[in-house]
């Protein structure tokens, strides 16, 4: 019954006629976030945590507040334990300066996918030319899954920093992310999880998966653009230094020295996207009112038809694993013998919107390892 009605749920799809297939790029927005933005700005504009009008301590609760929600959304233990960023690029350079840079030494390890996102990728390059460490890579196998015997191998004694993705942006291969921190864990690493592609499909508690920290953008969860979530452990965040410095993030400030604020004020320096954490709450609203086992579902569904139909026409190479439920609604596929953006051109032309990257069986090749 609700199936039917979703698609009349989002504005541009009413506007346009458009079939857009770009939502692992950013997802379009539901009347009832755009209302809920709306509303803020009509009703409750403000500075949070800045002023003692009722203006802003109304500001200061929908703020709070939402930072609870949140916690309660991904099942953290305490609501400190989520710092709003700008994106999960920001989370993970956050993470990457205040843990990494701190905590590695020369000869230590990081490990991660050869699958991730350039997010969680190019800032531990960095972090090993200032530290000496080195930066190691999981790579996948021929049904585009990482191994347990890649697992086993790559992650070491000497590994300090695991991350990986939990669903590929490019493949959409699910990663068994609980059994890599258990793995991890048994070689004392901890771990980081980019969740930007899964938290919208599926649901997610930080206790079960016991991960270290934990990113996600809004954006791509039908939330506005620039509002993102670190999460990290309590005791995580109180051993590292802020990454940002400024308003609102210090507790007291000398002529030659500076006291940093409790958590989670020590990591939102400045002015925060207040209206665009107050529309993530409303988009984890909107998809709770559905329901993680309707999406889940409603994508399977799509999936496989997709998956059924694709695998007819010989013109095409498709990159999913054979394992139907160890893949998410991302489809990766070529045409062979035309070029991506020739092929994302075309497509635009008869209102289908996709996503296009250099000839993907060459990106692949660069990941097999086995």
């Known amino acids: 019954m609700y199936k039917e009605n979703i698609k009349k749920d989002f504005p541009i799809l009413q506007n346009k006629d458009i079939a857009y297939l770009d939502s692992g790029a950013t997802t379009q927005k539901p009347q009832y976030v755009i209302d809920k933005m709306k509303e803020f700005y009509e009703t409750y504009n403000a500075n949070p945590h800045r002023g003692a009008y009722s203006l802003s301590i109304e500001a200061t609760e929908i ?30 350079n956050l993470i990457a300066y205040s843990y990494g840079m701190e905590n590695l030494k020369k000869d230590d390890e990081i490990v991660i996918s050869i699958m ?28 585009f899954e990482i191994s347990d015997e890649e697992i086993e191998k790559k992650i070491t004694d000497k590994t300090k920093v695991v991350g990986i993705t939990h ?28 969740a930007s592609q899964s938290i919208p499909h599926m649901k997610i508690d930080v206790q079960d998966l016991d991960c270290d ?68 709450g409303a988009a984890i609203d909107y998809i709770q009112s559905i329901g993680y086992e309707e999406i889940e579902n409603l994508e399977k569904e799509i999936s496989l038809y997709a998956r ?4 007819k026409l010989d013109f095409i190479d498709l990159y999913i694993t054979p394992n ?26 008869e209102g289908v919107c996709i996503r296009s990257r250099k000839p993907l069986c060459s990106a692949v090749n660069e990941v097999f390892r086995y």
């Not at 190019?122 to 049904?143: D, F, H, R």
Request: net charge neutral; charged share 20%; hydrophobic share 40%.
């Open 308 to 311: 059924s139909e694709l695998s």
């Open 116 to 143: 991730e996102h350039h997010s969680n990728l190019v800032p531990w390059q960095n972090v090993c030319k200032k530290t000496g460490a080195k930066l190691n890579y999981m790579y996948i196998n021929s049904e």
């Open 324 to 349: 139907e439920t160890n893949h998410s609604s991302v489809i990766s596929f070529n045409i062979k013998g035309v070029h991506p953006h020739d092929v994302a051109s075309i497509l635009d032309q």
């Open 213 to 280: 920290f934990l990113t996600f953008s809004g954006h791509k969860m039908l939330a506005p653009l620039g509002i993102g979530v670190l999460y990290a452990k309590k005791e995580l965040l109180n051993n590292m230094n802020p990454f940002l410095m400024g308003g609102d993030m210090i507790e007291y400030v000398y002529e030659q020295d500076t006291t940093f604020a409790p958590l989670p004020n020590k990591f939102e320096a400045g002015t925060q996207n207040v209206e665009g954490v107050y529309g993530l």
């Open 167 to 194: 669903v590929s942006n490019v493949l959409g291969t699910i990663n068994n992310v609980k059994k890599i921190i258990k793995y991890a864990h048994s070689k004392n690493a901890i771990v980081i999880v980019d």
């Open 63 to 92: 703020y709070e507040n939402t930072r609870a929600k949140i916690a309660k959304f991904i099942n953290a233990r305490y609501p400190e334990e989520i710092i709003f960023s700008k994106n999960a690029t920001e989370s993970l």
